[in-house]
């Protein structure tokens, strides 16, 4: 399967590789010259260019043809102009797709003007080949570990099984530095599949035990500590937050910490804490039920979290890094907390309850001020599906973010700019602290109807003590696409590449 695909850099003759497609990239500003003569070299027609523009991730599969290539197929790939990297992606991520629908295990990819491209891109050819193998894991992701395939027509040998090898033809003067980008790629990509997997897992299927041994397993298979904190050492930190949200559970919470201390020197202390709401029914505030299993992937911010640690610790970046999860679902039942309930969470503070649907901010407290307690980093980055206002703010593609550091927002969204995963900044003005003002309490969980994002985030400012480089990354939207409102449905595995790309640049 997909874990298991093999990446080739190989510098032989297109001609002479062995594969069941070979793609032929173009940028839609070559596309007379460069297409026509590959096609008449190929001794294909030229009618094929009526329809073929060149678009990123457009592909005509070609048939036939007199050529001496080894290939059974040879298609034509779109790049759009050739001018970003967003665009290379997005022919990765198409060309990947359609080979699983084809039900092909070996491609091909002409990368032998891959250097033109890293010049008009502006990025080097060791990311472009990053992202292509990233793309290709994003592109042939399925997720079919919970169909038994009792009800299926197709016999299991017709049924597609991935790309099992990828074969990448480049040029001798840069196949070192495609063979640097292939290994970044391969990181990347099954990190976010890991993520992918954990968010798609439904609520019957992952508890937040399994949270923490998805990170203990992870820990144990690359070298890094993660120590798992269970309900009785919770209730003795006095996590009052997670505790709250799990009282209607039949699962216990979990707090794990993940710790990857690199080998040499560490130029920072990062702490990146992950909402592990494992399914959000809302608790004694109920959510409404049309959709409410999409709250399967509350736990999103949890697994890019996870995804992000594990990726860091493969690629050996010089930083020593901290990842918090917080674990639980948000059910109600005669044992859940209640609207109106007074709790005191790990800092001291007090917190109102005015809706139990607004948990995540709950157990993101707890988090967020053990983090700063024990290990004083120099950033503290949280991910969390949050708010459903972020998603009316922003939309499915672009996560909400929150900094008190104008220079941390900014490296942030330069990340987000060159992974592709967008963020764009909200405000974080005091003003709107008054909306989250209590009568009994220290602060209340909610804020009513205005602006419940930028609120969301003034509560999780609360419990940072003070922190001076800390920012906020509300998910809700691109870390899980309903059906049919984008390309794939599911989870994304959004805020793996956002965050590794942040810690490469702080290495
Ligand atoms: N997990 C939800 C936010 C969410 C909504 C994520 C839709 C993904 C898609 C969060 O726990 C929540 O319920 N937030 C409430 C807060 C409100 C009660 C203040 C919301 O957004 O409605
Ligand atoms: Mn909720
Ligand atoms: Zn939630």
């Not at 590789?17 to 070559?30: H, M, R, T």
Request: glycine residues 12%; hydrophobic residues 40%; aromatic residues 6%.
């Amino acid at each position: 399967m997909i874990e298991a695909m093999k990446v080739i850099v190989t510098k032989n003759d297109l001609q002479s590789l062995s594969a069941d497609l070979l793609l032929l990239p173009f940028s839609s500003v070559e596309l007379k010259t460069e297409v026509e003569k590959a096609l008449s070299a190929m001794g294909f027609g030229l009618q094929v260019l009526k329809d073929f523009k060149a678009e990123a991730g457009e592909l005509v599969v070609l048939y036939g043809g007199g050529h001496e290539y080894s290939t059974a197929r040879i298609a034509l790939l779109g790049i759009g102009e050739g001018k970003t990297i967003e665009d290379w992606r997005k022919a990765a991520v198409a060309f990947a797709s359609k080979a699983v629908d084809l039900n092909i295990e070996k491609v091909a990819v002409d990368c032998s003007g891959i250097e033109a491209i890293s010049v008009s891109t502006g990025q080097s050819v060791s990311t472009l080949v990053a992202a292509l193998v990233e793309g290709c894991f994003t592109g042939s992701y399925r997720f079919d570990c919970l169909k038994s395939g009792k009800l299926d027509k197709k016999s299991s040998a017709d049924k597609s099984k991935g790309i099992a090898k990828l074969l990448l033809r480049v040029d001798s003067a840069v196949a070192d530095e495609a063979e640097k980008g292939v290994v970044d790629g391969k990181i990347i990509g099954s990190c976010q599949k890991m993520a992918r997997d954990m968010v798609n897992l439904p609520g019957n299927h992952l508890h937040a035990g399994d949270i923490a041994k998805a990170a203990v397993d992870s820990g144990k298979k690359y070298g890094y500590d993660v120590t798992v904190f269970h309900k009785k050492e919770i209730e003795a930190f006095g996590m009052g937050g997670l505790l709250a949200v799990n009282k209607g559970s039949h699962h216990p919470p979990t707090f794990t910490v993940l710790e990857y201390k690199p080998k040499g020197k560490a130029n920072a202390v990062i702490a990146l804490v992950g909402k592990g709401v494992t399914f959000d029914s809302g608790g004694i505030s109920l959510k409404p039920s049309e959709n409410m299993g999409e709250m399967k992937s509350d736990m999103s911010g949890a697994a890019s979290v996870l995804g992000a640690v594990e990726a860091a610790v493969r690629l050996a970046l010089p930083l020593h890094i901290i990842g918090f999860i917080p674990a639980t679902d948000n059910m109600p039942g005669s044992t859940a907390q209640q609207p109106g309930d007074v709790i005191t969470t790990y800092s001291g503070i007090t917190v109102e309850v005015g809706n139990t649907d607004a948990e995540g901010r709950l157990i993101l407290a707890d988090a967020l001020s053990y983090a700063k307690e024990k290990f004083s980093p120099d950033v503290i980055i949280d991910v969390a599906t949050l708010t459903g206002a972020c998603i009316v703010a922003l939309g499915y593609a672009v996560a909400g973010l929150f900094s008190n550091s104008d220079k941390l927002a900014d490296e942030i969204f330069q990340a987000g700019q060159q992974s592709g995963e967008k963020v764009w900044r909200m405000p974080l003005w005091d003003l709107y602290g008054e909306q989250i003002k209590s009568d009994v309490a220290d602060v209340n969980n909610t804020g009513g109807r205005g602006a419940g994002s930028v609120t969301a985030a003034k509560f999780l400012e609360k419990f940072i003590d003070g922190h001076k480089n800390w920012a906020h990354i509300d998910i809700a939207g691109p870390s899980f696409t309903p059906k049919g409102a984008g390309k794939v449905n599911g989870g994304t595995g959004f805020g793996v590449g956002l965050l590794v790309e942040f810690l490469k640049k702080w290495s």
